[in-house]
């Protein structure tokens, strides 16, 4: 897999956040399939010449965002592709809906603020 990344050190994204996106970026576009087994913490951290801390960041939000799996002593792995992901932005969907709602906002000034979230975060994509 370490063939496959490419870290740019010049980049204003941190490391970390470069590792996460080609992670998920391969894991959606099917290049790093369902079940594939990632390596190790301290093994794609040597291989990248990163901390350990750095990956294990990386791994830890790949997780919480439903893209990899922990099998303990097993290893990690690519989850499957849309089943967690999709929950959980359906779930965030659900929050933020029901936050506009409290805080009074219209539907149209919800979809503006959503709108206007996702062109700030994709723009830095």
Do not use: C
């Not at 099998?71 to 792995?77: D, I, K, L, Q």
């Not at 805080?103 to 700030?120: H, I, M, Q, S």
């Amino acid at each position: 897999m370490p063939q496959q990344i490419s870290l740019d050190p010049t980049s204003a994204e941190p490391p970390y956040e470069q590792l996460r996106a080609q992670i998920a970026d391969g894991a959606r576009s099917g290049r790093l399939p369902t079940g594939h087994r990632l390596p190790t913490v301290r093994a794609l951290a040597q291989e990248l010449g990163l901390a350990a801390n750095t990956v294990a960041k990386a791994y830890r939000t790949l997780e919480t965002d439903g893209v990899i799996e922990t099998r303990g002593r097993n290893g990690t792995f690519i989850a499957a592709a849309g089943d967690a992901a999709d929950r959980a932005l359906a779930e965030a969907a659900q929050t933020y809906a029901h936050r506009a709602y409290r805080l009074g906002a219209d539907r149209a000034a919800a979809r503006a603020a959503v709108e206007e979230a996702l062109r700030a975060a994709f723009q830095k994509g």
